[in-house]
């Protein structure tokens, strides 16, 4: 099957796949609970699909835009959380405000007494210490060793509350730098965690879930060590109930927010079987009404599809894509974030996975997206355009028949830039892989003014896309016996002063791209028939042709 010209299979952190660069943007990682807290260019001076492999034409985002996974802290969910002293789902809240602060060395002292209500005291003490919203001395607990009694505390399930002190100390000590989370995990917290999970007090459990999913949090080899001391599984048990809404929303929130931070980081992603073990639990908590829980699995979903078309494929096998395209109509920026990530990601897969997102009828949103008070929001959908239409010519109809063409040509005229660089992807792979109808409905639309009227940008990439889609029309135009009514069409929009310019460009591609349009199709030696009499308008392309030519009706 011949390739087609750019499956930018470019997600979302894919985005570069744009975005990526190894820039973890997504969503802040790790929760604290005080906020609740190469060179390309000459691929694009050859002729359409020619020479051009599989990850050049669907880049999955690596190289678009890094900011996009850039949650802010209000539009998304932190990785990475711990728990301050006003903590409202605690069980043990502070009786005493004015309660007397320990000295580090009394914490110490009093930690390693052999009386269990001292052990408790300091233990509460070090807790309240390093719960402070502003400079929590955690290295400081840390360089005092108190992180290995802290887990031995863990396991005294005759006496609770020294559990849970412990536990919310450990917590809190995890939702710091790598340093510190790993300062945990070498104390042996992960298992003790894990043996918490079911603990019959829930405010317990509560907190070893949260600590587990700092942990799992700070990164791949983290969270895939949680997941082999049998995390997962734990999390999953107590998934296992015929109702979900037994369980306090405040409790559900942790545990799928656990399961987010499973599913998160690449390089290596989670192990597939594990993937596989936990998508009819998403599919499950899909379907409930809690916006944080419902904007916590879309995440996760947005995560696993992330990556190559097999972990795609296992997605859209477990049934989650049009629980997706149900909930990107819900209008909750927190929820149509992850969502619309996932499905772009999706479609950056293969052919028969993007068919899947379209037959669950996704596109019938896409003109509200397109233009949404929200520029990410735009240019997310932009780019998973720009990847539908990376795909057949009948996929490309499902795009114009959606009603989009004429949306992307506004955006170009005048969207926000970011946004406008997305649709010109989206445009490009509609001209490289559309039929002479598609591309001619194409120019009725009006793409040619703002196409060429972007050549001006600095981003020499963006100018090189711009240019490959020129050169598909004008291939288009020739085939046809259209070609010098398009050459004057873009004479009369200043486009071939425009590109005559680019020659001077400093970017050596830029020049040998433009330079191609010119000898090609704008050269005198290479003009067609003089009988040809070109009456250039977009609306109507009739031509006057010799009898034995078939006419191209635009």
């Known amino acids: 099957m011949t390739s087609r010209l750019l499956k930018k299979k470019r997600k979302k952190c894919k985005r570069p796949k744009c975005l990526q660069n190894s820039i973890e943007i997504d969503r802040p990682l790790q929760r604290s609970e005080m906020s609740a807290s190469n060179d390309n260019g000459a691929r694009l001076t050859q002729f359409k699909n020619k020479g051009k492999d599989v990850n050049e034409l669907r880049r999955r ?67 309240r210490l390093i719960s402070r919203e502003t400079h ?175 972990r795609i494929e296992v997605v859209v096998q477990a049934g989650l894509v049009p629980h997706l395209v149900q909930l990107l109509a819900c209008g909750e920026l927190s929820i149509v974030t992850p969502v619309l990530r996932s499905l772009g990601n999706i479609v950056t897969g293969t052919d028969e996975q993007t068919q899947c997102v379209l037959n669950a009828g ?83 639309c009006e793409v040619l003014a703002p196409l060429l009227n972007l050549l001006k940008a600095k981003d020499s990439k963006i100018i090189l896309v711009i240019l490959d889609a020129i050169c598909n029309i004008l291939q288009r135009a020739d085939k046809t016996g259209e070609i010098d009514k398009l050459c004057i069409m873009i004479e009369e929009l200043d486009g071939l002063e425009k590109i005559e310019a680019l020659q001077s460009h400093d970017n050596k591609a830029v020049y040998k791209s433009s330079l191609n349009i010119i000898d090609r199709f704008f050269s005198e030696e290479n003009k067609g028939d003089e009988s040809v009499v070109p009456e250039a308008t977009a609306e109507n392309f009739t031509f006057q042709l010799p009898k034995d030519q078939s006419s191209f009706q635009f």
């Open 136 to 310: 929590p001395p955690i290295d400081s607990i840390i360089a005092a060793n108190l992180i290995p009694r802290f887990v031995s505390f863990l396991a005294l399930f005759e006496f609770p509350p020294i559990q849970f002190e412990a536990a919310w100390a450990l917590t809190n000590i995890a939702s710091g730098t790598s340093a510190q989370t790993s300062a945990v995990v070498e104390g042996g917290a992960i298992p003790a965690f894990i043996s918490l999970v079911a603990s019959l007090h829930p405010h317990i459990s509560d907190q070893a879930i949260w600590a587990l999913g700092n942990i799992a949090g700070d990164g791949p080899n983290f969270r895939d060590l949680v997941i082999k001391h049998g995390g997962l599984n734990s999390l999953l048990a107590l998934l296992a109930v015929p109702d979900l809404n037994m369980f306090p929303s405040c409790y559900l929130h942790n545990i799928t927010w656990t399961l987010s931070n499973l599913c998160r980081n690449k390089n290596p992603a989670p192990p597939l079987m594990a993937v596989q073990q936990l998508l009819p639990a998403l599919v499950r908590l899909l379907q409930h009404n809690d916006r944080e829980i419902l904007a916590d699995i879309c995440w996760a979903v947005s995560y696993l599809t992330d990556g190559s078309n097999e």
């Open 362 to 444: 996704a596109l019938a949103m896409f003109p509200s997206l397109l233009r949404h008070h929200k520029p990410n929001i735009q240019k997310d959908a932009a780019w998973t355009v720009s990847n539908i239409t990376a795909g057949k010519n009948t996929q490309i109809q499902e795009v114009v028949n959606a009603g989009l063409m004429p949306i992307l040509v506004d955006i170009l005229h005048q969207g926000d830039y970011k946004t406008q660089k997305e649709a010109v992807w989206a445009v490009t792979n509609y001209t490289s892989g559309g039929t002479v109808e598609q591309v001619a409905f194409l120019i009725q």
């Open 61 to 127: 985002r690596a190289e678009v835009n890094v900011e996009l996974r850039k949650a802010k802290k209000d539009d998304q969910i932190l990785k990475k959380r711990n728990v301050l002293l006003d903590e409202p789902t605690s069980p043990l809240q502070e009786k005493d405000p004015n309660a007397q602060h320990w000295s580090l060395e009394e914490i110490v002292r009093g930690v390693n007494s052999q009386n269990l209500d001292v052990q408790l005291q300091a233990a509460q003490a070090a807790r």
